[in-house]
């Protein structure tokens, strides 16, 4: 008796059209909730005593409504174009080899996100984050006035890449907990919607609940984006220490917050997670589908 071969994995291809779009949703999110979602969420990990209230009332009196796009053009702007090209070439190509392994759907979610989260915070988002936070922090210190290009001038006058990129190995921390969590519980998700027939295509809404549910749950790292911040930040303490690592960093936020204070800023950022799924999911399906539709009725 003969056995069927095993059904042959497909590589998920990586169009230059995707990763277009992919830049132009980002974009478009960033430019509208997204990155007022990201200055509160950095405000509040960065004044820890601060409410979502009070969070609101400083970031208005600091510009207005400009006050909530600190750091919007060009490093939000930089950071949406690149990050989302990044992520699917990385993530589908360790996704693929992880299931000629022979790992499951969800374990190889996973561990492509993770990849991803990692190349994108060693690309693109280490200066990028680092200089959006300083546009959200310095407002405390004594150069307020210097332009954001100056700042980053001076940064790497004095202290070269590593100094733009300073903070770069929470963001990596970060980014590899947060996409691996992401799609991992995104597939996991997807899989209970299927039930029975693995085979069946989801639906809109369910594509995009499971998409939801991943991105608000991978906010567990929280503590990880309020170190982050803290490294970048341009406060001035006269208790903080000077050039703080993940570890000091950790350290001066438990003595000042308690545990409490690494989950500042969370509730902004399921927010910012969840807007941000409901434009790539959501929208990129509905130009997607626009575009494919339109040739048809071409002909």
């Known amino acids: 008796m003969s056995v069927?071969?095993?059904?042959?994995?497909?590589?998920?291809?990586?169009?230059?059209?995707?990763?277009?779009?992919?830049?132009?949703?980002?974009?478009?999110?960033?430019?509208?909730?997204?990155?007022?979602?990201?200055?509160?969420?950095?405000?509040?990990?960065?004044?820890?005593?601060?409410?979502?209230?009070?969070?609101l009332s400083k970031t208005y009196a600091?510009?207005?409504?400009?006050?909530?796009?600190?750091?919007?053009?060009?490093?939000?702007?930089?950071?949406?174009?690149t990050k989302g090209g990044v992520l699917m070439f990385v993530s589908s190509e360790i996704d693929y080899r992880a299931r000629v392994a022979g790992l499951s759907n969800s374990w190889s979610g996973l561990l492509g996100g993770v990849g991803g989260g990692v190349a994108q915070a060693y690309t693109t988002m280490g200066f990028c984050t680092f200089m959006k936070t300083v546009e959200v922090t310095r407002h405390k210190s004594a150069d307020a006035s210097v332009s954001t290009w100056r700042i980053a001038y001076d940064v790497f006058q004095r202290e070269g890449i590593r100094g733009l990129n300073r903070g770069v190995s929470a963001v990596a921390l970060r980014q590899m907990t947060n996409?691996?969590?992401?799609?991992?519980i995104s597939r996991v998700t997807e899989s209970m919607f299927r039930g029975q027939d693995t085979t069946r295509k989801l639906e809109t809404w369910e594509r995009l609940s499971a998409s939801a549910i991943g991105g608000a749950l991978a906010c567990w790292n929280q503590p990880l984006e309020v170190i982050r911040v803290e490294m970048q930040s341009q406060a001035k303490a006269a208790d903080r220490p000077a050039n703080l690592n993940l570890f000091s960093a950790a350290k001066y936020i438990y003595q000042k917050s308690g545990l409490l204070g690494f989950y500042r800023g969370v509730t902004p950022r399921v927010g910012l997670s969840v807007y941000l799924t409901v434009c790539m999911v959501f929208g990129g399906d509905?130009?997607?589908?626009?575009?494919?539709e339109k040739p048809k009725a071409n002909h």
Not at 179 to 184: A, E, L, N, Y
């Open 4 to 55: 069927a071969p095993p059904a042959e994995i497909e590589k998920k291809a990586v169009s230059f059209q995707n990763i277009l779009l992919g830049a132009a949703i980002q974009t478009f999110e960033v430019s509208t909730l997204g990155q007022p979602f990201e200055v509160v969420k950095t405000h509040m990990a960065a004044n820890r005593g601060d409410s979502i209230a009070t969070s």
């Open 62 to 81: 600091r510009g207005g409504v400009a006050g909530f796009y600190q750091g919007l053009i060009p490093w939000a702007w930089i950071e949406a174009s």
């Open 179 to 184: 996409w691996g969590s992401r799609f991992g």
């Open 286 to 292: 509905s130009i997607k589908a626009y575009f494919s």
